[in-house]
C-alpha cells in the first residue's frame, strides 16, 4: 500500500514510474521489487545499471522485503537514494502472518508456509523488525506507520511530499489519488482492520507480545496508541517476564456457529417487501462451485418463473425479451462476468456468488470437461491429462485455467487488479461464499426476503476422480492474483453473511451505477 500510494503520488508530481529492465528485478514482478534474495545482491554494480536503464532526472520507487546492504548505506550516505519503511503494531502483525501462513497451507504452499504457530510468527516479525530498525537508521529515511497508510492516506501522502520536496501540481486531490489507489493498485490490503488483536489475541499473549516490543510500538507508532494500549504497556514493564505455553500460543476462536450451521435469524427489514421492484438479484455462476445447487434452491425461494438461468438450452437471453418479461426477473443466473447483463435492465443489480479453491476447481471442471466430448472446452483440455491441462490452459492464457475469478468479479475478459475484485465484492456483492456454505447463502437469502428455505439441497453428485496433485505448483505459480481474490473471500465470508440482511438494505438503496 505505501510503495503504490507513494507511485501514484510520483506520477502526479511528473515522475512517470517504468517497470525497470535488465536489473536484479524478476522478470515475472509486474512492479520495481527486489526480493530479499535480490537485495541481498545489491552493489554499487547493480545501482549503476538502474541508473542506466531509469529515464534522466527522474525520481523512481522501488519495493523490497529486504534490510539494507553496504552499498545501500554508501549511497544514502551520499543523498542518492531516499526512502521509507514502515512499521505495524506488533499485535497486528502476528495475526496478519498467521492468517498467510493458514491460507499457505491450506493451499499446500507459499512464501508462508512455515507460519504454523505463535512462535514462528514472532521469530519472523523479530527478524522483520531489525531490517526496519536499518533502514530508518540511514540519512534520508523516513519511518512510516502502518494505520497512517492504511486509514489516513492523505496525511501519509503528505509527509512523502515533504520528504521528497515534491513539487506537486495546484489543486491536487490527495483524497481522489488515495481512492484511486485503492480502487485500481494491487495494494495487498486484505482485511485491513485497525486493532483487531483486541478481539483474537489473549490478555496474556497481548502482554507477552508488549514485553519484547512496547518500546519500539511506543516509539515508533506512538501517535496510534490510545489509553488501552498505553496501560498495557506499562503493566507488561511491571510484571516478571511471561512465558507462553502451546496452549497459550493459540488465538481465539471465532463466534460459533449456531447448531443449525446458519446466522441468527433477523427479521426482513421492511424496505425489503418491495426490493424487487427497484432492483434484481445476479448471480454470477462460477462453474464447479455448487451453484446448479443455489440456483435450484433461490427458484424454490423466489419463484421457478421470476428465475432465469441462461444455462438452459432455449433460454431468451435478455436483451432479446420484451421489457415486460424482463420486469418479471427476480434472479438472472448463468456463467457471464460482472457487470455483462446490466444494460439490459432499468433496475439495480445486486449480486451473489460461490467460490472454491482455484486449483480443486479446476480439477473438477477438468474431469467435468472430459466426459462431455460436446463441451466447448473439450477440444481444449478433454483428452488430455491434469497436468497437461494446466500446461495448455496456463501456456494459452485460457480463461477456465488463468484468473478465473479475476475475470468474473473484475467484470471483463481482460486482467483486473485485486482492487478492483475487492471493490466490487465489497460494493456490489451481499455475499460470495466458499462452495462448502451454499447452504448458509441459500438460508440467508430465504431469511431475508421472510420465506422458508428448502427443506433440503439437491445437490449435483459429480463423477468420482483420481485426486491428482499433478499440476499444482504450475497452476498455483500463475493463479496468484486468483488465490488472493479466493482468500479474501475466506475472510470476509462471516462478516457478509452475519451483516446479510443489512448489506443487501444498503446495496438496493443505492442508484444504479
Known amino acids: 500500500m505505501a510503495f503504490e500510494l507513494t507511485c501514484a503520488l510520483l506520477e502526479a508530481a511528473g515522475h512517470a514510474q517504468v517497470r525497470l529492465r535488465g536489473t536484479l528485478i524478476a522478470e515475472d514482478k509486474k512492479v520495481n521489487f527486489l526480493s530479499r534474495g535480490a537485495m541481498r545482491q545489491f ?14 532526472h527522474r525520481l523512481l520507487a522501488i519495493k523490497t522485503h529486504g534490510a539494507p546492504t553496504p552499498a545501500v548505506r554508501e549511497l544514502a550516505e551520499e543523498g542518492l537514494i531516499m526512502g521509507q519503511a514502515n512499521f505495524r503494531d506488533p499485535r497486528d502483525t502476528l495475526l496478519s502472518l ?27 516479525y523479530e527478524s522483520h523488525l531489525a531490517a526496519f530498525e536499518e533502514w530508518i537508521a540511514l540519512p534520508g529515511f523516513i519511518a512510516t506507520r502502518y494505520d497512517e497508510v492504511a486509514f489516513r492516506g492523505e496525511d501519509f501522502l503528505r509527509r512523502i511530499s515533504d520528504q521528497l520536496r515534491l513539487d506537486l501540481p495546484a489543486g491536487l486531490d490527495l483524497g481522489e489519488l488515495v481512492r484511486h489507489v485503492h ?4 495494494t495487498q490490503l486484505n482485511k485491513g482492520a485497525p486493532r483487531r488483536h483486541r478481539d483474537e489475541l489473549t490478555i496474556n499473549q497481548a502482554l ?11 516509539r515508533h507508532a506512538g501517535e496510534d496508541l490510545d489509553t488501552i494500549d498505553l496501560a498495557l504497556i506499562k503493566a507488561a514493564e511491571s510484571i516478571p517476564e511471561i512465558q507462553l505455553d ?25 424496505r425489503l417487501a418491495c426490493f424487487f421492484e427497484h ?48 420486469h418479471r426477473i427476480r434472479l438472472l443466473s448463468g456463467h457471464f462476468h460482472f457487470g455483462a447483463w446490466e444494460g439490459c435492465f432499468e433496475r439495480r443489480a445486486v449480486y451473489l456468488a460461490a467460490v472454491r479453491d482455484p486449483f480443486e476447481r479446476f480439477r473438477s471442471f477438468h474431469a467435468f470437461v472430459c466426459l462431455r466430448p460436446r463441451h466447448p472446452a473439450y477440444p481444449l483440455i478433454g483428452e488430455r491429462t491434469l497436468g ?30 485485486f482492487a478492483r475484485v475487492r471493490a466490487h465484492l465489497e460494493q456490489r456483492y451481499i455475499a460470495v461464499v466458499p462452495h462448502a456454505e451454499v447452504g448458509r447463502l441459500i438460508a440467508c437469502t430465504a431469511e431475508a426476503f421472510g420465506m422458508a428455505p428448502p427443506a ?58
Open 208 to 218: 507477552f507480545l508488549l514485553q519484547r516490543c512496547g518500546p519500539q510500538l511506543e
Open 456 to 513: 433440503t439441497l439437491q445437490r449435483n453428485v459429480a463423477t468420482s476422480y483420481p485426486s491428482s496433485d499433478e499440476g499444482r505448483t504450475l497452476f498455483v505459480k500463475r493463479n496468484r492474483l486468483d488465490y488472493q481474490v479466493f482468500d479474501y473471500v475466506n475472510d470476509r465470508c462471516e462478516q457478509w453473511l452475519s451483516d446479510f440482511p443489512s448489506r443487501l438494505t444498503r446495496l438496493a438503496a443505492g442508484s444504479k451505477p
Open 98 to 124: 498467521m492468517d498467510a501462513g493458514d491460507r499457505a497451507n491450506r493451499r499446500g504452499r507459499g512464501a508462508f508456509a512455515k507460519m504454523q504457530d505463535f512462535r514462528t510468527a514472532l521469530a519472523t
Open 43 to 56: 552493489d554499487r554494480g547493480e545501482a549503476q545499471r538502474i541508473e542506466a536503464v531509469a529515464p534522466p
Open 183 to 186: 480502487q485500481h493498485a494491487f
Open 246 to 270: 502451546t496452549e497459550q500460543t493459540k488465538r481465539l476462536d471465532p463466534p460459533p456457529k449456531s447448531k443449525t450451521n446458519r446466522v441468527r435469524r433477523i427479521t426482513a427489514p421492511p
Open 388 to 417: 497437461e491441462a494446466v500446461e495448455i490452459a496456463v501456456r494459452n492464457g485460457y480463461g477456465c485455467g488463468v484468473d478465473y475469478l479475476a475475470r468474473y468479479f473484475g467484470g471483463s475478459t481482460r486482467w483486473w487488479p
Open 279 to 326: 432492483n434484481l438479484l445476479m448471480h454470477t455462476h462460477l462453474e464447479k462451485t455448487a451453484g446448479s445447487t443455489l440456483v435450484r434452491s433461490l427458484m424454490q425461494i423466489l419463484g421457478t418463473g421470476e428465475v432465469v438461468d441462461l444455462r438452459m438450452r432455449g433460454t431468451e437471453r435478455p436483451d432479446k425479451m420484451a421489457a415486460a418479461d424482463r
